[in-house]
């Protein structure tokens, strides 16, 4: 069983950035891929960014790609999400998830087995 608690999100401006972190329960964290989701009001939960158990491999949605940067520290048990130049289409509730390492599948919801209760990040114009 994995716990997942997010935080850092919150209000910035347009262009601004934000760290997100997400520390994981028990001590099987670095057996885990870890992936960044996030949903705004109306829409369906989208990927946003994930991350192989060590590191080595990383994977982002074309709309953030060089804008965010996901990253582990596993001594930590926490992932990040750092985000820079935010867009007002960025804003959403961001929750981290834990599941199995699956590759190019790790963009996928079903990839996952733990879910975070989300942290808000909002974006003015």
């Known amino acids: 069983q994995v716990q997942l608690v997010e ?5 910035v401006q347009a262009g601004d950035s934000l760290r997100l972190s997400c520390a994981a329960s028990g001590r099987a ?8 989701f996030r949903q705004a009001p109306g829409k369906e939960r ?10 080595g491999n990383k ?11 996901i990253s582990r520290d596993n001594a930590k048990n926490t992932v990040y999400l750092q ?8 804003a959403a509730v961001y ?11 790790s963009s ?11 942290t808000q ?3 003015s114009s």
């Open 7 to 11: 935080s850092g999100g919150g209000l």
């Open 29 to 36: 964290f670095s057996t885990y891929a870890m992936g960044w």
């Open 46 to 55: 989208e990927f946003v960014a994930a991350i192989s158990p060590f590191g």
């Open 59 to 69: 994977y982002y949605a074309d709309s953030v790609k060089g804008r965010f940067t």
């Open 83 to 90: 985000m820079n130049s935010l867009k007002p289409e960025d």
């Open 95 to 105: 929750s981290c998830a834990a599941g199995r390492y699956s590759g190019a599948s």
């Open 108 to 118: 996928r919801l079903e990839s996952y087995n733990y879910w975070g209760q989300g």
């Open 121 to 123: 990040v909002t974006v």
